[in-house]
């Protein structure tokens, strides 16, 4: 039965209740910083009341709006068992590369994919089970890939599809599967499409793109670009308004013309037919649009940094799209060029499996919470296989920009109500880095990652925690290495257009240049970007790298670490293969032990009558290990002292 309408007259509590009002209220609790608790106290209250004592702060219309958007979503997550059949996505350890950063062959300062195909035995090596590339395709590189202008092309400086080809096909002999970066929210100015549509804005081409006439002096509504501006660019040959939620050549994609949907679903069959498993789906969430495109409220503009994302961040028709993507793209119609060969659990390779009937589907959903998270990619829903929920990566009341020291007790407070707030036919991506956000050990850390010991510690911290959580790991390159933010000085060093536009839009706004640059360096996307060290002196390019990195402490590069049997890059690897081999790391149940034990990060994972014991000393001082029933047996880390050292981390094996 579809659940009425809310009204003014219901209460808090009832808008809790709904998956958009539960994600919505949550995320305005983790913006503002306000305490949870205070979520209990003004739940009885109705709408018409809080109306009445915030209208001051919030100004008119925000009612009405969460009335709207909760009231759009009529359905709600389902409770249903896990799948029979187990997808093979939920076993495996995801590795993310980043081409322009992580291996350049010809020696022009920029990664390509040659140097990802010399360097496929580090991530084999390290266990991985899937590769997944940052964009690859033709692009003017106005945001580093992710405006395309070619989704069938090669970038020059990457290589060639014959390149990409002998790629997939040594991922899969090598047992790793292979997905790409898809970026369909919006497509280069540059893309054939686009310069139609600009062409002969009636024409078919036309209704591909968001150019919407009127005045020159007056764009369309009041939407913010998330990389500072409005998100509207006036097209003087074309006398239209183009919609641009990101860089001013991204230009947004409009997903209710069937033909837009059509082309989308050519390029992923294209794809899976030339062997590529599946896609990540870039800001996926995104490209369901409202008809009529109103402005976005004032406050929630101020409260989030961004006008207008209420509209799409969860729009109208977003499910229908991503059913049709599913059905129409990435369930195969003809056999691939080549398929993986099958891992066995003792880490050797089978032979070629099967074609996978459905490729994998991960989408990065920003602003989407534990309750729309299992509407986009719940078991029964025909959507999305994995989202990624981008609420682990800062403390209450803190954004990227801020810098802050990062209380790692929220890691554990964090999974503990994500994992206890989804069912069997969930599932969750496990990630702490990736190519937008600073590196999450040098958050934890809070710049004692200078001492190698710290370093050293905090990497195996994260590392025990991501490869042991109950999900499916994303780890970023780099992080096998205890990769840590950059001494980045000045604003000339920096490559990443949002960066670089943010600084230059505090200092249009008053800040003064040290003020806007200590904002820029906390958040900027550029301390993940910088090359991988695969030496002590670099080992990237035989150039000058298009990005320069300042790491150069001794011990952390993969020449070194790789030869280390204590290294970060050994543990990861060390716990790789122990969840391959044992199904109670990746299928089993998790049991949180003295949650409320500050700075006490401790688990038991178990099935089939065997449990692992998994504890972290999150502070960085000394503390009393709590007493935890059983007999238990370490094998990675240990002895299990009576007090565990600053940041230690160990896995135990039950006796039985």
């Given at each position: 039965?579809?659940?009425?309408?809310?009204?003014?007259?219901?209460?808090?509590?009832?808008?809790?209740?709904?998956?958009?009002?539960?994600?919505?209220?949550?995320?305005?609790?983790?913006?503002?910083?306000?305490?949870?608790?205070?979520?209990?106290?003004?739940?009885?209250?109705?709408?018409?009341?809080?109306?009445?004592?915030?209208?001051?702060?919030?100004?008119?219309?925000?009612?009405?709006?969460?009335?709207?958007?909760?009231?759009?979503?009529?359905?709600?997550?389902?409770?249903?068992?896990?799948?029979?059949?187990?997808?093979?996505?939920?076993?495996?350890?995801?590795?993310?590369?980043?081409?322009?950063?992580?291996?350049?062959?010809?020696?022009?300062g920029i990664?390509?994919?040659?140097?990802?195909?010399?360097?496929?035995?580090?991530?084999?090596?390290?266990?991985?089970?899937?590769?997944?590339?940052?964009?690859?395709?033709?692009?003017?590189?106005?945001?580093?890939?992710?405006?395309?202008?070619?989704?069938?092309?090669?970038?020059?400086?990457?290589?060639?599809?014959?390149?990409?080809?002998?790629?997939?096909?040594?991922?899969?002999?090598?047992?790793?599967?292979?997905?790409?970066?898809?970026?369909?929210?919006?497509?280069?100015?540059?893309?054939?499409?686009?310069?139609?549509?600009?062409?002969?804005?009636?024409?078919?081409?036309?209704?591909?793109?968001?150019?919407?006439?009127?005045?020159?002096?007056?764009p369309p509504n009041n939407w913010t670009s998330f990389f500072s501006g409005p998100a509207w660019r006036w097209i003087p040959e074309a006398r239209r308004w183009a919609l641009h939620l990101f860089a001013d050549g991204q230009v947004d994609l409009r997903w209710d013309t069937p033909a837009v949907r059509d082309e989308v679903a050519d390029i992923v069959q294209w794809w899976l037919a030339r062997g590529i498993d599946g896609f990540r789906l870039d800001v996926i969430n995104y490209i369901s649009k409202p008809e009529g495109l109103p402005d976005g409220n004032p406050f929630v503009g101020e409260l989030m940094g961004f006008t207008g994302v209420e509209h799409y961040f969860y729009g109208p028709r977003l499910g229908e799209f991503l059913r049709g993507l599913r059905a129409d793209g990435f369930t195969r119609r003809a056999a691939p060029a080549s398929t993986v060969r099958r891992r066995l659990p003792d880490g050797?390779?089978?032979?070629?499996?099967?074609?996978?009937?459905?490729?994998?589907?991960?989408?990065?959903?920003?602003?989407?919470?534990?309750?729309?998270?299992?509407?986009?990619?719940?078991?029964?829903?025909?959507?999305?296989?994995?989202?990624?929920?981008?609420?682990v990566l800062d403390t209450p009341g803190h954004t990227r920009w801020d810098d802050y020291d990062f209380d790692p007790d929220y890691l554990k407070d964090y999974y503990r109500r994500y994992l206890e707030g989804i069912?069997?036919?969930?599932?969750?991506?496990?990630?702490?880095?990736?190519?937008?956000?600073?590196?999450?050990?040098?958050?934890?850390?809070?710049?004692?990652?200078?001492?190698?010991?710290?370093?050293?510690?905090?990497?195996?911290?994260?590392?025990?925690?991501?490869?042991?959580?109950?999900?499916?790991?994303?780890?970023?390159?780099?992080?096998?290495?205890?990769?840590?933010?950059?001494?980045?000085?000045?604003?000339?060093?920096?490559?990443?257009?949002?960066?670089?536009?943010?600084?230059?839009?505090?200092?249009?706004?008053?800040?003064?240049?040290?003020?806007?640059?200590?904002?820029?360096?906390?958040?900027?996307?550029?301390?993940?970007?910088?090359?991988?060290?695969?030496?002590?002196?670099?080992?990237?390019?035989?150039?000058?790298?298009?990005l320069e990195g300042s790491d150069d402490a001794l011990g952390f590069s993969a020449a070194e670490q790789v030869l280390d049997d204590a290294s970060v890059y050994s543990w990861h690897k060390k716990l790789i293969g122990l969840r391959r081999a044992n199904p109670a790391l990746t299928r089993g149940t998790l049991t949180w032990l003295r949650p409320g034990v500050k700075g006490y990060l401790a688990y038991i994972r178990e099935a089939d009558g065997e449990a692992f014991l998994v504890e972290c000393n999150a502070s960085p001082g000394p503390r009393r290990r709590p007493k935890v029933a059983g007999d238990w047996e370490p094998i990675l880390g240990g002895p299990r002292a009576e007090t565990m050292t600053p940041w230690e981390s160990t896995v135990s094996r039950r006796i039985r």
């Open positions: 039965m579809t659940p009425r309408p809310l009204t003014r007259r219901d209460r808090l509590s009832d808008v809790y209740a709904t998956p958009v009002g539960r994600d919505a209220i949550d995320k305005l609790l983790l913006q503002s910083g306000l305490p949870r608790p205070l979520l209990r106290a003004l739940g009885p209250m109705r709408i018409s009341t809080i109306e009445r004592l915030t209208r001051r702060f919030t100004g008119p219309g925000l009612v009405d709006g969460v009335l709207s958007l909760v009231n759009s979503e009529p359905d709600r997550p389902t409770d249903t068992p896990a799948p029979a059949s187990v997808p093979w996505w939920r076993d495996a350890v995801f590795y993310q590369v980043y081409p322009r950063s992580f291996a350049d062959s010809d020696g022009d990664g390509d994919i040659r140097g990802i195909i010399d360097h496929l035995d580090h991530l084999a090596d390290l266990g991985v089970d899937c590769v997944w590339l940052s964009p690859i395709f033709a692009s003017p590189n106005e945001d580093m890939g992710y405006d395309i202008s070619d989704y069938r092309a090669v970038m020059d400086e990457m290589g060639t599809l014959d390149d990409v080809d002998d790629l997939i096909r040594g991922c899969h002999e090598r047992g790793m599967r292979i997905i790409l970066d898809l970026v369909v929210n919006h497509t280069s100015d540059r893309h054939e499409w686009f310069e139609r549509a600009v062409a002969d804005p009636d024409g078919p081409y036309g209704s591909y793109y968001f150019l919407e006439p009127g005045d020159p002096a007056r050797s390779l089978g032979d070629p499996q099967t074609p996978d009937e459905v490729g994998v589907m991960v989408g990065e959903t920003p602003g989407v919470g534990i309750e729309l998270g299992r509407m986009l990619s719940g078991s029964d829903r025909g959507e999305l296989d994995l989202v990624f929920n981008f609420d069912g069997e036919g969930d599932w969750i991506a496990v990630f702490l880095d990736n190519h937008d956000n600073p590196r999450m050990l040098s958050k934890l850390a809070g710049g004692a990652e200078s001492d190698p010991a710290v370093r050293t510690a905090v990497g195996r911290l994260l590392a025990t925690v991501q490869l042991t959580m109950r999900g499916t790991p994303f780890l970023f390159q780099g992080q096998e290495l205890a990769a840590v933010d950059q001494n980045f000085t000045r604003l000339d060093q920096l490559r990443d257009v949002e960066s670089i536009n943010r600084y230059e839009e505090l200092r249009a706004a008053g800040k003064g240049p040290h003020d806007a640059w200590a904002e820029i360096i906390a958040g900027s996307r550029d301390h993940a970007r910088v090359p991988m060290r695969w030496s002590p002196e670099g080992g990237f390019t035989s150039g000058t790298p298009w």
